[in-house]
């Protein structure tokens, strides 16, 4: 979903350009892949952080995780 959706979400008390930084800062560290007009898609790093599978400090896999969805760098597939 864009950032501005995002920011306006029930439970975010976060103004849009804070959301935007953020979502580039993760994108920074191979967490989001950046689509244009401010759309990202979650990688499968992003996705293994978010289930503490994924140490984004050291860039590492804890216990063996597997990636399956797009990484740092690759272009998504379509659907």
Same mark, same amino acid.
């Given at each position: 979903?864009?950032?501005?959706?995002?920011?306006?979400?029930?439970?975010?008390?976060?103004?849009?350009?804070?959301?935007?930084?953020?979502?580039?800062?993760?994108?920074?560290?191979?967490?989001?892949?950046?689509? #244009?007009?401010?759309?990202?898609?979650?990688? +499968? +790093? #992003?996705?293994?952080?978010?289930?503490? +599978?994924?140490?984004?400090?050291?860039?590492?896999?804890?216990? #063996?995780?597997?990636?399956?969805?797009?990484?740092?760098?690759? +272009?998504?597939?379509?659907?």
């Amino acid at each position: 979903m864009p950032v501005g959706k995002i920011a306006e979400e029930d439970g975010v008390r976060i103004q849009q350009p804070s959301v935007s930084r953020r979502c580039s800062k993760l994108a920074d560290n191979g967490l989001l892949i950046p689509l #244009g007009n401010g759309v990202y898609q979650i990688t +499968e +790093e #992003g996705e293994g952080y978010l289930d503490e +599978e994924y140490d984004a400090e050291n860039s590492a896999w804890m216990n #063996g995780g597997e990636q399956n969805g797009p990484t740092a760098g690759e +272009e998504p597939e379509e659907i």
